[in-house]
Structure formats: C-alpha cells, structure tokens
C-alpha cells in the first residue's frame, strides 16, 4: 500500500488521526504543534508498543478499518502524515 503522500493539514482523516493519537497519548497540549511531518515512533516520547496497540484499536474503531500485525511497520508509523495516508487507504479498501 502506498503511504507517500501526504495529507494536507485540512484534510479531515489527517485531523482526526492527530485527535486519536492527542487523546490515546494525552498530549492535547501539544496539538498545535503536531503536522504531517510530525514523528511518531521514537518522535513522540508517549508512543511506546502499548500505547501503540491502543492507538490502532482507535483508529480501528473510528474509522472502521482493520489493521493487520504485518502493517505495524516504521514507514506506516515514520510521521502523522504517513500514518494518515494509511488510514485513507484502508478506507478506500473499506468503501
């Protein structure tokens, strides 16, 4: 699945994507500073393996997707932007 592109800041998966990873991590705080190229693993220091499993069983939910164990990679989880285009992906699987 191609995850190289890049949401825009508007883009309505990418805000909800930045909702679910503020409210899983607690970081609402820093919302404000969180952008596509924003990194998520060793990026975010709140976004340790089990508050990563917590972060996709929300997305899962929110967005009625289903993400399998072989999709837990670094490039899906490199950026907030990465992981957004993911999510529009899967999606797109879905609909």
Same mark, same amino acid.
């Not at 990563?52 to 990679?73: M, Q, W, Y």
């Given at each position: 699945?191609?995850?190289?592109?890049?949401?825009?800041?508007?883009?309505?998966?990418?805000?909800?994507?930045?909702? *679910?990873?503020?409210?899983?991590?607690?970081?609402? #705080?820093?919302? !404000?500073? =969180?952008? &596509?190229?924003?990194?998520?693993?060793? @990026?975010?220091?709140?976004?340790?393996?089990?508050?990563?499993?917590?972060?996709?069983?929300?997305?899962?939910?929110?967005?009625?997707? *289903?993400?399998?164990?072989?999709?837990?990679?670094? #490039?899906?989880? !490199?950026? =907030?932007? &990465?992981?957004?285009?993911?999510?529009? @992906?899967?999606?797109?699987?879905?609909?």
């Amino acid at each position: 699945m191609d995850t190289t592109q890049s949401p825009d800041h508007t883009d309505t998966t990418f805000v909800e994507v930045v909702d *679910a990873v503020v409210t899983v991590l607690g970081i609402e #705080e820093r919302r !404000d500073s =969180l952008t &596509t190229s924003t990194g998520l693993l060793g @990026g975010i220091p709140e976004l340790d393996s089990l508050s990563l499993v917590e972060l996709v069983v929300v997305l899962e939910e929110r967005f009625g997707i *289903a993400i399998d164990d072989s999709e837990f990679t670094g #490039e899906v989880f !490199d950026t =907030l932007g &990465t992981l957004a285009a993911f999510v529009t @992906g899967k999606q797109q699987l879905v609909a």
